[in-house]
């Protein structure tokens, strides 16, 4: 794994599991300061609110549910 940090801010979708195990589909916008808001999948309401890092090859989400 690299230790390299690259920009990544945009919207990016995927699959997203909790820290209980249970999965969804979401949608992340990678803000500045490296902010992480998390969207609904069909109302685009904005629901969970965090932090990101990443190493290039993955990204790293550390959000709460609002």
């Not at 195990?21 to 904005?46: C, E, F, H, K, W």
Request: proline share 2%; aromatic share 10%; glycine share 10%.
């Amino acid at each position: 794994m690299s230790s390299n940090t690259c920009n990544i801010q945009g919207t990016f979708t995927g699959t997203s599991t909790s820290s209980t195990g249970i999965s969804a589909q979401m949608t992340y916008r990678l803000l500045d300061n490296n902010l992480a808001v998390g969207l609904a999948p069909i109302t685009n309401a904005s629901v969970t609110y965090g932090g990101y890092k990443n190493t290039c090859d993955s990204v790293y989400l550390s959000v709460f549910i609002l």
